[in-house]
T-cell receptor
Framework: TQLLEQSPQFLSIQEGENLTVYCNSS?????LQWYRQEPGEGPVLLVT?????EVKKLKRLTFQFGDARKDSSLHITAAQPGDTGLYLC??????????FGTGTSLTVIP | NAGVTQTPKFQVLKTGQSMTLQCAQD?????MYWYRQDPGMGLRLIYY???????DKGEVPNGYNVSRLNKREFSLRLESAAPSQTSVYFC????????????FGPGTRLTVT
């Protein structure tokens, strides 16, 4: 059962453009995490959001947790080639299990 | 401080063979996890362990067994490998308390022919 749907699945943009990745679910999570994964490596944590409506910024990346704690978005401003990778969201339930989204593969073209 | 380590990095098995994937963490985390990653499917939880001596099934446990040997080590065993188990396997660890951020190993790429 895939609890988290991400969109778009693939995204190819020019350097300097803005983009938003969505992570949606019908389930409520106690927290939600965003990871970036590069080829041949494990995912690396970017941020954790906990409170409904919470917004966190990490340099050019802005993360938002939905008011009902069912969805989240990742916005990248002025994308750079170094942002290229697979972006994964993961929701944590009260039992300390994590459910991962399907992933968004981002390519930023110089 | 190596974080999470996994061995082997690559493995090719024939259908019906068995093998054990090893995972160790040096961050004194209580929880450890095994995931598999397949194209277009994200990461799916196979088994997890909230503490030494306890293990629980995740989303896709069939065909796998696990052993939490001690607080540091969590192994995944395939008793009779099948082509459907061809995948990349990741081990992760986290604290039970707080935000529970997960730290992942580099993965094991397994091919079953």
């Amino acid at each position: 059962t895939q609890l988290l749907e991400q969109s778009p699945q693939f995204l190819s943009i020019q350097e300097g453009e803005n983009l938003t990745v969505y992570c949606n679910s019908s389930s409520v999570f106690s927290s939600l995490q965003w990871y970036r994964q590069e080829p041949g490596e494990g995912p690396v944590l970017l941020v954790t959001v906990v409170t409904g409506g919470e917004v966190k910024k990490l340099k050019r990346l802005t993360f938002q947790f939905g008011d009902a704690r069912k969805d989240s978005s990742l916005h990248i401003t002025a994308a750079q080639p170094g942002d290229t990778g697979l972006y994964l969201c993961a929701g944590r339930n009260t039992g300390n299990q994590f459910y991962f989204g399907t992933g968004t593969s981002l390519t930023v073209i110089p | 401080n190596a974080g999470v380590t996994q061995t082997p990095k690559f493995q090719v098995l024939k259908t019906g063979q068995s093998m054990t994937l090893q995972c160790a963490q040096d961050m004194n985390h209580n929880s450890m996890y095994w995931y598999r990653q397949d194209p277009g499917m994200g990461l799916r939880l196979i088994y997890y362990s909230a503490s030494e001596g306890t293990t629980d099934k995740g989303e896709v446990p069939n065909g796998y067994n696990v052993s939490r040997l001690n607080k540091r080590e969590f192994s995944l065993r395939l008793e009779s490998a099948a082509p459907s188990q061809t995948s990349v396997y990741f081990c992760a660890s986290s604290e039970n308390q707080g935000l529970g951020e997960q730290y992942f190993g580099p993965g094991t790429r397994l091919t079953v022919t």
